[in-house]
């Protein structure tokens, strides 16, 4: 297995190089040459741990691990870190099945890569001979940041630095990354939106001289967002493994088609979904959910993507998103892998804010169906759940419950749905709460988790008992374009 970059498709390496870089030159992503087919049978996989099946899927990409190095990372990433033995539980409420991807150390979907991808890294730079200490540089909507650094933070032979949107974040999210521990660490607050920061980083990236100056201090750079392979792939296991896990619990029979339902931002997670499908499991509609900020709702409606809209910040912030750099991999796909072709469309993103599809690659886009939520229709769904079932969603998961609903109000289609819940809802518990009910508009952000915690039945998670009383340790703004600078006197 090489991967090879979107953009160029003689920029070929392995597996271990292509975590380690992150970001191909030219701002391409990393791509496997071929889709690879899962090697075992779903009557096999259903009998198997997550760790089991994470290494099934997980083996077909990152080739050139041995058993027993991929197997340490996974043995290392999924451990009692989580606060269930499944990893990742299937719950069954109204007529879906909720994925629950948040039970990880930071309560959030990030988790199930980012607590992976520090060992993949540090086992690729061995496997490569590589020396440097690893800077690691994310930009994130909110839930990469903390996920990161959790995973990162300690970590010999590595620092990381991460920028957050000021203003464009949950009140428990910015806690989470603000009070991080670590010398290796650094969180910065951005006077911009995702995008901007982003891009920035990217920028950062493909610095050339910026990478040799810091190469002589002995410093590389590589990227903890889902545009590195190492993100993306650990994410694929967890379809394999609640398709295997349905089978199991006899909801559906080894061969029956179910559809998934991704709350999107990035793209990185729904298309995770996609390879799982294109591996062999049996998946017929991929639903991307998406919230105001419905750029990739109007794409699938009309083959164009355009971000010339305004930037809307919402109750789900983790998707407020306008440039979702994993679709250029299903763009790439779409059109035969042709990397020229690709490229010309990324390059009238960047110019023009936006690009057209053929109708060719269109028609090869037919499994996925756009829908998105605003705030209000999302407050009310989490409101009517609670109601119906005392189930508490996140606003995220609940953008994509009211996506579902309308699709299956919209089709008919009553196939079995997995829906990823993709935050513990105690890390939106203000929105969550007054979604709920507006007696709460009042009261401070740690009595409304206590209030969660009585009137849902839930445990308050560590992840939150762990910021209540914490010092803020990271006091950092500065302006997109001080973003560099940011960096450097990072590693002076
Ligand atoms: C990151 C995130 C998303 C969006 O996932 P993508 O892979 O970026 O599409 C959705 N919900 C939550 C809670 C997230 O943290």
Known sequence: MFFVSTRDKEDKVTPSQGILKGLADNSGLYVPHRIPKLDISIDRLS???????????????????????????????????????????????????FLELFHGPTIAFKDMALSILPYL?????????VNDDIVILTATSGDTGKAALAGFAGVDGTKIVVFYPNGGVSRIQELQMVTTKGDNTKVVAVEGNFDDAQTSVKKIFTDKALAEAIGKKGYRFSSANSINIGRLIPQVAYYVYSYSQLVAREEISNGDLINICVPTG?????????????????????ICASNENKVLYDFFETGIYNKNREFVLTNSPSMDILISSNLERLIHLSCGMDSAQNLELMNDLAWDGS??????????????????ASQEETCLKIRE??????????????????????????????????IASTASPFKFTRSVMSAIDSKYDSMDDFTLVDELSSIGGLKI???????RNADIR???????????????SFLQ
Request: net charge negative; proline share 2%; charged share 30%.
């Open 355 to 372: 690009y057209q599809i053929t109708d060719e690659m269109k028609k090869n886009l037919k499994d996925f169906y756009g829908g998105f």
């Open 266 to 286: 990035n793209f990185g997670n729904i298309l995770a979904g996609y390879y799982a499908k294109k591996m062999g499991i049996p998946i017929a509609k991929l």
């Open 121 to 129: 890294m540090i086992t690729s730079a061995r496997k490569n001979d």
């Open 47 to 97: 009998d198997m741990t997550y760790q089991e099946v994470a290494y099934e899927v997980m083996k077909l990409y990152f080739t050139d691990f041995t058993e027993d190095e991929l197997k340490s990372c996974i043995n290392n990433a999924y451990d009692d870190k989580f606060d269930t033995k499944e990893i990742a539980p299937i719950v069954n409420k109204d007529n879906a099945f």
């Open 385 to 418: 759940m609670y109601d119906k079932t005392g189930y508490v969603m996140d606003t995220h998961t609940a953008v994509a419950k009211c996506v579902y609903d309308k699709y299956v109000n919209e089709t008919g289609d009553n196939t079995k749905t997995i």
């Open 474 to 488: 990271h006091n950092n703004k500065c302006k997109i374009e001080e973003m560099e600078e940011a960096v450097v």
């Open 461 to 467: 998670p560590q992840a939150i008992e762990d910021i």
